[in-house]
Nanobody, 121 residues
Framework: QVQLVESGGGLVQAGGSLRLSCAASGSIRNIGTMAWYRQAPGKQRDMVATIDVASTTNYADSVKGRCTISRDNGKNTVYLEMNNLKPEDTAVYYC???????????????WGQGTQVTVSS
């Protein structure tokens, strides 16, 4: 079994900052791409940022220049640093990871439970 546990969400004023963390645990052989997605009420889940095993990153246009995704492979953890937050960043943020577990050759897709980020104006 693999679990992704997020932390770091909360309520912040516009212009503020938050750092989200997501730690993977369980029977992990390898972790491939890790990512953050978000879902606002009544909207679809959208990609925020991705980071591959070479630490190549990709960002949604809406967060470029304001967010930084990083990973610590030794801790099986991915981070999302968010600065200059705006009310439109309000959403539930979900961690994603492609993980190869013990005894398998394929990478399964795993999601965290989500953490709420609320930005007040």
């Amino acid at each position: 079994q693999v679990q992704l546990v997020e932390s770091g969400g909360g309520l912040v004023q516009a212009g503020g900052s938050l750092r989200l963390s997501c730690a993977a645990s369980g029977s992990i052989r390898n972790i491939g791409t890790m990512a953050w997605y978000r879902q606002a009420p009544g909207k679809q889940r959208d990609m925020v940022a991705t980071i591959d095993v070479a630490s190549t990153t990709n960002y949604a246009d809406s967060v470029k220049g304001r967010c930084t995704i990083s990973r610590d492979n030794g801790k099986n953890t991915v981070y999302l640093e968010m600065n200059n937050l705006k009310p439109e960043d309000t959403a539930v943020y979900y961690c994603f990871a492609a993980i190869r577990t013990g005894g398998t050759l394929i990478y399964g897709h795993y999601w965290g439970q989500g953490t709420q980020v609320t930005v007040s104006s």
